[in-house]
């Protein structure tokens, strides 16, 4: 398949954020920070409730380049983001993505971003990928 | 104080596994990931126990703690049986104005073969947000 500069990929919605999914991702990641678990910590750590997992987000980044790049065809050589903004329970992320630049290689950088529903970007990172043919 | 770099700062070691489709499924159920087997290429976040560890060492206070960069370098991908050695080390520290920018690298090898590179980064502020 051919890909052109700045071709957007496919955006992955990705359900409402819930604190039964921070809970589940506490235990699935092992990162059981209480400001993603505890009102009280979060508050006390200047937030109005608690915050969601930052690579929770990053993991819907991942998930978008695999809904657009299926795993069966491409690798992921490297991903990277960097966390713009905090992301609470409620909120509703979409990751997208376009085509940075193409390498002779046959590899692609992309840019992707996460956003919240207000339109406002959580995350902001690139991938490489390539074919595995 | 905000780091405390005058302790113990050798590299954390730790092991992992095996790998199986149990650990993959249930990272990516939690993530309501497209494609239920496999390992998503986040995965590797499951094995930040050595980050948690290190910060620790330095005595951080999670509640200054903003995780603020994250970056993957996939060598080879996971393989079901695999025993993970993973190593996490403290690549970077700089402080300045209140605030201390802290980078922690690990490497998740199997059978000293290098799965892949995570380098994940912090800042640390004087005070809680707000």
């Known amino acids: ?31 059981s920070n209480p400001i993603h678990l505890d009102d009280k910590f979060a508050q006390e750590a ?11 987000s990053m993991a819907f980044m991942g998930d978008c380049v695999n809904f657009n790049f299926p795993p069966t065809q491409y690798d992921i050589k490297t991903l990277s983001c960097r966390f713009k903004k905090v992301t609470f329970p409620g909120d509703i992320i979409t990751a997208h993505g376009k085509v940075k630049s193409i390498h002779s290689d046959g590899s692609l950088t992309l840019v992707l971003w996460t956003e919240n529903q207000a339109g406002e970007h959580t995350l902001e990172g690139e991938a490489v990928i390539i074919s595995k043919r | ?93 700089k402080q300045r104005r209140g605030m201390a920018f802290v980078s922690l690298e690990s490497e998740v090898k199997a059978a000293n073969d290098l799965r892949l590179r995570s380098i994940s980064t912090f800042v640390l502020r004087e005070t809680a947000r707000g």
Not at chain 2, 28 to 44: D, E, K, Q
Request: hydrophobic share 40%; glycine share 8%; charged share 25%.
């Open chain 1, 1 to 31: 398949m051919g890909f052109e500069l700045n071709q957007p990929l496919k955006p992955l919605a990705k359900p409402p954020i819930t604190r039964e999914q921070l809970r589940e991702y506490a235990v699935a990641s092992g990162d």
């Open chain 1, 46 to 56: 200047g937030f109005p409730s608690v915050i969601a997992h930052g690579m929770l």
């Open chain 2, 1 to 93: 104080m905000l780091i405390d770099l005058n302790g113990d700062l050798t590299p954390i070691c730790f092991k992992v596994g095996p790998m199986g489709k149990a650990r993959f499924e249930e990272f990516n159920r939690a993530i309501n990931a497209l494609y239920a087997s496999g390992a998503a290429p986040t995965f590797a976040t499951t094995f930040r126990k050595g980050e948690f560890d290190f910060l620790d060492k330095l005595k951080v206070n999670l509640k200054t703690l903003l995780h603020t960069e994250q970056e993957y370098q996939f060598v080879t991908p996971f393989q079901e049986g695999d025993h993970l050695e993973i190593e996490t080390k403290l690549a970077s520290v």
